[in-house]
């Protein structure tokens, strides 16, 4: 069977309109992100919204659960959707709503979204003290029901130690090298070497501010990048997570950085001049633009394989180890 | 393969010690009450409570959510717990939770619990304004999805237009003919004609207030009364839902009762005299009772074909056509 297109992460303001986009483009699965700083209530009736498209669109999406649904979604031509937290608020302190989360199909957890959590510390915090009592516990629950840790707004030591807890490969679901540009979102080559060692894989992100030269990064430095990092890696732990926020309107990103925990504003990774949401790369603009990716990889030289791997191969292989319970 | 033996309804103070005894008595499966007055979110804290249990006695019990569970638990020598709800408070004011609570495994929800509620008129009210505006659109959704209606609890009017309404059949879990026994809670033979002409199940209860001479009811006499059930509305309609509230502190009884919805003391089916659980009858106390139970309904004279029917197998059925989507 043809190997699937899967982007890891999405954080578009979901429509009809995108979900055609996802049938245009051949995507075959994405992971969506369903919380920011979402209490356990609120995070349910994000995924209301989700059952209400599933069961108006179910010619284009459905909910996927297991690695099988991503083979269903090509069968079907339909796109399988995957949900994750992008902080673990929604599990507020209890660690029961991590298998609670799980059998409504949560596959992928933040243990930080930049700040200090209740389980580790966030990339923007001036001190980073590992993972916490609670994130020990939490991260060994999620192993053992089958839930992903992500640690892509994780600060340095915190996220070694998840590497080092987890007794299952992890996740970096969006993010880029920091070689490549020294973002602070970015991830050091010590992290990089650690979460590939362990099996765990790294989603590249097309998000802006993680791209060197942001908005106006070619499509041969991003390519270039990756090839590199294959060849630091191994393109097998290696894939895509866009980080694709189409669509939404500039007050989306001001709840992502500040949500509930601050009055003052906080620009993250913009700033006072650059506040919103930052133009896309022009070969980069919606689920429709993979080809370009796959064209700018098979540019490189990479052997096929790797590029198919990259493409959705990878993150297929790493839903069928992951998902299940341990 | 053989009929299973299926519990209906049980709400005990469970524990290991009524799972093993759940394995003597050769219960295949059982549907317990998760929530009488809870929130949506406290109802969850239940359902964290048993997945512990799932966790910690995985050689006993595991969680069932499909008809196939029970011939698994058959297979296995464990229990299949199914989960309902007997007031739909965790549902709140918001239908979307109809879809996350059956994602969650939840089985069947009465629509009122003694009182009036959102969708319907409880068993108790004075005046039966038959099913609410978001009572018909709840049972709609609750058809979709493949959540069983239960009107165990609830008024007349209020029952008979849930089966003219549902196009799929409903339940009464635990309740018995109001002609054996003239209790509030008990049914009238126009609801029991109603309910079976259209598919529906009833399931006998034990609980002393729902017995012709309470706890000093005879296994004879509870038994006679289903025989002239089966002959009135067809044995392949009937089943068991015991009510069991085994070890149970009488403290749970006022749960059931007020909730948190009065500030005084409502003795429901008792009284000052006897505020608690009652006595259970001598022939069944717990789950190794069943038997006796089987060889009551033998005694009768009935077909040994309605008497497995009556002791599983018509529950199976009903579990077949009832817990998928519409």
Known sequence: MKTPLIDNLQYANFSPRIFQQMREGGVDAVHVTIAYHESFREMVLNLERWNRWFEDHSDLIFKGTTAADVRRAQNEGRTAIFFGFQNPSPIEDDIGLVE??????????????????????????DDDTGLTRMGRQVVTEM?????????????????????????????????????????????????????????????????????????????????????EAADRYGARHLGIGTDLC??????????????????VIDYGEGSVSNAGFPPM????????????????????????ADVDGIMGGNWLRFYEESFGPA
């Open 100 to 125: 609670i989360c799980h059998q409504l199909g949560i596959r992928f957890m933040q243990l930080t979204y930049n700040n200090q959590s209740l389980l580790a510390t966030g990339c923007y915090e």
């Open 246 to 263: 189409q669509d939404q309107p500039d007050s989306v990103v001001e709840w992502m950085r500040v949500g509930r925990w601050s009055k």
């Open 143 to 227: 192993n053992r029901v089958g839930m992903v840790v992500d640690m892509s707004h994780s600060a340095e030591r915190s996220t070694l130690e998840a590497i080092e807890h987890s007794t299952r490969p992890i996740a970096i679901t969006h993010a880029n090298p920091h070689w490549w540009h020294p973002a602070l979102r970015n991830k050091s080559d010590t992290v990089l070497k650690a979460l590939t060692g362990a099996g765990g894989m790294l989603g590249f992100s097309v998000y802006p501010h993680h791209l060197a030269g942001g908005t106006d990064c070619t499509l041969e430095s991003f390519c270039g990048m990756i090839a």
């Open 281 to 304: 790369p022009t070969w980069f603009n919606d689920n429709r633009d993979f080809g370009n990716i796959r064209d700018g990889l098979v540019a490189t030289g990479m052997s096929s």
